[in-house]
C-alpha cells in the first residue's frame, strides 16, 4: 500500500515525508482493527515530530508513517472485537490503549502506560490502511462522513478536552478567552458555545479568522497585532478580568497572557505549544493563576465530541489534498497558509 | 499603644522596621473588631513586603505597621457585631472582606474587591491593638491558646489550602511531595496526613527538617542537595511519579521540579515565591502537568484547621519575641536562622 | 401601605389572604435596603404556605404578608449599604442571610443560620414595600424590567439551580427528563438548553405545556397520560436510560420515575413537593440512583439567571394582576388555570 | 472440583447450597484467567441472592456456584493476558468487565454493559477453581494473605466506594455518621478515620460492635436500641446535625434517619438494602437532602483499597469456615451470630 513516511528529522518541511509502497499491516492480536482509510487530518504536530521536537517526550523509530488524525472504513478484526465489524465507518481515536493499566482503568486513555499513538509512536494513517485496536475505534453515526470528519480525532478532541475543563468553570456572566482561531481554536469555540453561556472573547492576529469567530458565536473578537488584549478585556468585564483561557498558539506571548487579564482563580490552559513559559512564581501566587497543560483527550471525550458533530453543533472547516501533494501541505501550514483543516486522502 | 511600623522599603532587615507609639485604632463601622493581640507571627511575606516585593500586585501606602498572623482577645465590637464580644479569643484571618462582591457570595475570600489585608494593605498586628472586622475574626476553642495559634492565621491556613486542593486529587497508593519543611511546609505535610492516606515525600536541604519531617509522618526524606529527587522519586514510584506537589519555596530549581517527577495529570502547587518558572510549554502539554499558584486561604478553611488543632492533629513549632526584637527575627528569617514559627509578643 | 396577608391556615384559597392597610417597613439596622415592588411572583409554595404545610419545616408567625418572588426600586437604604442606591432597580433573592454563619462563609445562603425568609418566616412582597437586606438585592442591567423578571427571585433561580448541578453531569450524547413544563420547568428547560448540549426530553401532561418545550428548545416530548414513558425513554436511548431527571411536580407517580428510566448512576432532582417517594432501598443500590432533593438557589446563582436573561437566552412567560385579585390567583393556581407565571402587581 | 451450587431459591438457609462435584472451568477467551481460590468471603447478598431477591435486577440462571468476594492464586491464564503469570497472588473484583462500552472508558466498572457479576449472574466463588478476567485481578503485595484478604472483594470495596464519595464533602469539623458496625461498616469506619479528619458516629444495637468501632477510631458511639440518635447528634453537633451519613444496614428504620440527623445539604448513602424509603418530597426538598444508592465499587478503587491494607491502615475481621460448612454459614449470618467476616476456604 501507498504510505507517507518520515526517514529523517527535518527543518524542511518541502521534502519531509517519502511516498512509498509498503506492506498492508497484519493483525496480530484478537483486538486489532484494520481500517481502510477515508481520510487523515494534517496537524502542526506533524510539523513538530517532523523536527524532532517530540524525541526527548515519546519513543520514536524511524521510517514511521505520520498521520494521527484518522477516519475510515472497518476492513479486518481480530477474532474477539465485537464492537465493530467490516464495513462499519469508524474515527480513530489517536491512540491505541492497553485496558489494563491503572490509568487506563480511571479513563485516562491519554496516560497509558502501553500504549501506542498513532503517527508519534507508531505508523500512522497517511497511508490506504490503518492499524489499530478496538479501544481506538468509534462507529460513526449515518449522518457523518468519515473523510470530513477525520480531523476531530486530534484536532476536534483536543479542543473539546480543553473546552470541557473550562466549562466546568465558567458561569453565566463569566468570560472566556480563545487564544488562536484557527485549526483547533475554531472547534474549541463551537465547543464552548454548545456548551455554556459564558461569554468568549475571540483572539487572532488574521481578520479572517476573527471574521469565522464572529459567524461561529463569539461575543467579541480582538486583532491582537492591531489592539491591547489587556486594555480591551479590562474594558468588556469593568476590571474583572476573564476566568478561562483556552491557547491554541502556545508562544512566548500567548503563554504571558494569564498573568494580564486573568481574574482571580482563572485557568489558562497551555494547548498549543512551541513557545516558553517565563513568570515569577510570586505572578502566579497573587491571583491564584494555574497553568494547565492539556493534550488531546480521553477516548469517551471523542464520543461526546462526535455527538456534537451528529447534532450539527459543531461544523469543521476542511481542505482536501491528495497524499502525493502532503509535503506541500507541511510546507503550506508551517506558513500559515491552510485554510480550515487540511485533510489528505489517500489513493 | 505601640506598634512596629515600616517607613520606607529597604533590603536591611536589621533596620527594617521601627517601634513607635501610635494611636489606638478607633472602631468605624457597625461591623468593626478591635482586637487586643496575644501574638503575631513572623512571615517570609513580611521580608518581602519589607523589600517592596508586593508594590506591584497591592495597592500599599507607608508608613504602615506589618502584621497579619494574628491572635488574641476581642477587646471592642461595633454596634452590630453578634459572632463576638469582649474577652473572646480569636483568631484572625488576615483579610478584613466585604460580604457583599460576588467572590464573597462564592466563598472565595482571596478575591473580595473591597478587601483590606492587614499588614498588606493596611495596618496589621505587630502592634498592640489590630482593628479589623466581624467576617475576619474565628472564636477559639477553651483548647487553644491564642499566642500559640497566631501563625496559623497565615501560615497555617495557606499550607491548609493548598494540602486540601491536593487530597482532593491524592487516593491511597498515590504520592505527594512537600518542598520545603519550614514554617508553613511542616504544617502542610500534617494537614496531608491527617486528610489522606497517600504516601508523602519530604524534601529540604536541611537534615534537622527531614528530622521533624519523619517525625511528624512523612514516609520518606530526601536532602535534594545530597540525593537527586528525580531518581529518589523514579525508584519509589516504580517510574510512575508523584502525583501531587507541594513547592513552599519557590526557588527557580523547586518550580522545575514538576516536569521531573510529575506523573501524568499531576499538579504542582505554586505556593513559596521569590524564583522563577521557565519551561517550554511542551513540558507542560505533554503529561498535562498544571502549575497552580495558590494564595493564603478561606475564612473556612481557617475554620478547619482550627478543628485540626483542636483536636491535635496539626501542632506548630514557634519560638517567642518581644516586638522590641522585631527586626532581629527579620535578619533572622533572612538567613534561615529562625527555628519553627517566630511569634512577636506585643508589650 | 397596601398589603396581603396569611392570618389562618386554610385549605379555601379564594378567601386566604387579606388585603389590607399595615405601616411601612422601618430601616433597623445599618444593612437594610428597603424596595418598593414593582412585580411580586405568585408561586405554588404560596399555595402550600396557605394551607400550612410548611409549619413543621420553619418558624412561622401570622399575620404574616407573603410573597417571596419580588423585584422592585431601591426606596430607602440603611447606612453602610455600598451596593446598591435608591433609584436601583432591583431584584430580591427571598433569603435575607447574615453573611457570618458557616453556611453563609461557604456560599451557602440557603443554609444560612441566621436567615429571614421573605414571605414564608418573615413579611414578603404582596405589598407596596419589601424590607430586605443588602445581600439579598441584586442591581438590574437596563435592558431588564423588574416586574418582569420578578417571579426568577424563586420560580426562576431553583430551577436554574436544579439545571445547574444537573448540567455538572451531563455530557453531549446524555439524556435529561425535565418532568413538568410550568413555571419553574419551562425555565429550567431554557437553562439546560443554554448550559449544556445534552438531549432534553420535556414530560407534561397538557398539549400545550408540550408545545412549549418544543418551542423552547425540547429535543422530544412526551405527554405522559398518553404515552408510556419509561417505553419512550428506552427507544429513545436504545435502553440505556437518561442521565438526568428534573421533577418539577413531586407528586407520587412523578417520585417514582429514577427507578423506572435512569440509566446507572443518575440524579434525580427532587424539586416540586407534595407526593411521597416509596422505594425499596435495593431500587437506588442497583444502578446506583441518587434523589437529591434541592431548594431554591444561592445568591451568586441569581446573578448568573440574571446574566441568562439579560443575554436573551431566558424567557418568561407571565400574566399580570393587582393585589386586589390575589385571592382569584391563589385559586386559579390551585386549580393549573394560571398561563405562565403570576405577577401580582401593588398599587 | 467441588462447588457450593443454588439450585432452587429458598427462605431455608440451612439446605440452601449443595456442595457437589462440577468441572473445573476452562478458559475459552485471550484475557481470561483462572484462579486457584484460597478463600471466599459469604456475604448478606448471597442470603439476598439465596432468596431471590435480585432475580428483577439482574438475570441470573440456576444451577449457579455463588460467591463473590474471592482472592487466590493464578492457575491459567488466557494467550493475551500480561498483567498476571500463573502463580501470581490475586484478589478478584467481583465484576468481569468489557473493556469496550462507555462505562467501562469512563472508569465505571459497575456500570459495565456487557459484565458478568461472579457469584449473581456467573459462576463464582465458592468453589476450587474461579475464571474470571484480566480486567478483574489485581496482583496482591507480597505483606498480604489472599485468604485474608478475600471479603474485600465486595465488602470491602463498597465500604470504601461509599466512604471515599463520603470524604470528598468531609472537612475537618464535619461529622459523619456510619450505621451498622458489622462486616462493611467496620471497613467504611477505618476508610474514613484513613481518609478524612471528620469526627465519626458509630451507630449499632450491639455493645460489641460499638467496643470495635471506639477501638477503630469513632469518636462517638451510639447504641440506637437504647439511646435516642437524633437527640445525641444533636448535643454533638450543637443542633446542626451531620454532614454525611453511610447506611450499611438499610432497614426502613435506618432509611429514615436522614430526615433526622442531617445538615443542610448532606448525603445518606444508602448501601445496605432490605427495607423501604419512604418519605415526603418535602423532606427531601427542605435541607436539600440527598439519598445517594451506591453498589460495590470500580476496580481502581479496589487498587486502593489492596494499598490501605498493604499500609496496615484497614484491618478485617474474619472467622475462616470449610466449604462443607457453608450452610450453618448462611444460617448463622442470617441470625448475626457471625463474628467478623466469615470466610470459605475451598478444600
Ligand atoms: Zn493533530
Ligand atoms: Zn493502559
Ligand atoms: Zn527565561
Ligand atoms: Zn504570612
Ligand atoms: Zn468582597
Ligand atoms: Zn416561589
Ligand atoms: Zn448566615
Ligand atoms: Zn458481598
Ligand atoms: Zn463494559
Ligand atoms: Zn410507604
Chains 1, 2, 3, 4 share one sequence.
Not at 504536530?45 to 523509530?61: A, F, K, R
Not at 501506542?116 to 505508523?123: C, E, I, K, Q
Not at 462522513?145 to 476531530?152: L, V, Y
Not at 478536552?161 to 485549526?183: F, Y
Request: proline share 4%; aromatic share 4%; glycine share 10%.
Amino acid at each position: 500500500m501507498q504510505a507517507a513516511r518520515l526517514h529523517e528529522y527535518t527543518e524542511e518541511m518541502s521534502e519531509a515525508l517519502t511516498v512509498e509502497e509498503i506492506d498492508r499491516p497484519e493483525l496480530e492480536r484478537s483486538d486489532h482493527v484494520l481500517v481502510e482509510v477515508a481520510g487523515a487530518g494534517w496537524c502542526q504536530t506533524d510539523n513538530h515530530v517532523i523536527e524532532g521536537m517530540w524525541t526527548e517526550y515519546v519513543p520514536q523509530e524511524l521510517p514511521m508513517t505520520l498521520g494521527h488524525e484518522n477516519a475510515g472504513v472497518v476492513a479486518e478484526v481480530g477474532e474477539e472485537v465485537t464492537l465493530v465489524e467490516e464495513g462499519d465507518p469508524v474515527i480513530c481515536h489517536p491512540v491505541q490503549t492497553c485496558g489494563i493499566c491503572r490509568p487506563c482503568r480511571l479513563g485516562e486513555d491519554m496516560y497509558c502506560e502501553n500504549s501506542a499513538f498513532n503517527g508519534l509512536t507508531t505508523d500512522g494513517g497517511f497511508a490506504e490502511y490503518l492499524q489499530t485496536n478496538e479501544r481506538a475505534v468509534i462507529p460513526l453515526p449515518d449522518s457523518v462522513d468519515p473523510t470530513e470528519i477525520a480531523p476531530h480525532a486530534d484536532a476536534g478532541i483536543t479542543a473539546y478536552h480543553a473546552a470541557k475543563k473550562a466549562v466546568r468553570e465558567l458561569n453565566p456572566g463569566d468570560t472566556a478567552v480563545v487564544v488562536g482561531i484557527g485549526g483547533l481554536g475554531h472547534i474549541g469555540l463551537q465547543c464552548l458555545e454548545a456548551m455554556s453561556a459564558a461569554d468568549v472573547v475571540a483572539v487572532d492576529i488574521k481578520d479572517e479568522a476573527l471574521e469565522l469567530a464572529e459567524r461561529l458565536g463569539a461575543t467579541h473578537t480582538v486583532n491582537s497585532s492591531e489592539e491591547d488584549l489587556a486594555q480591551v478585556v479590562d474594558d468588556l468585564t469593568d476590571g474583572g478580568g476573564v476566568q478561562q483561557i483556552l491557547d491554541f498558539v502556545g508562544s512566548d506571548e500567548t503563554a504571558g497572557y494569564g498573568t494580564e487579564i486573568a481574574a482571580a482563580g482563572a485557568d489558562q490552559h497551555v494547548i498549543g505549544y512551541g513557545g516558553h513559559i517565563h513568570e515569577p512564581c510570586q505572578a502566579l501566587v497573587d491571583g491564584e493563576l494555574s497553568l494547565k497543560g492539556t493534550l488531546v483527550g480521553r477516548y469517551a471525550e471523542l464520543q461526546e465530541l462526535v455527538a456534537l458533530v451528529d447534532r450539527d453543533l459543531v461544523e469543521l472547516h476542511t481542505s482536501r489534498y491528495d497524499l502525493g501533494e502532503i509535503n506541500d501541505v507541511a510546507e503550506a501550514l508551517e506558513h500559515g497558509e491552510i485554510e480550515g483543516r487540511a485533510v489528505i486522502l489517500p489513493p
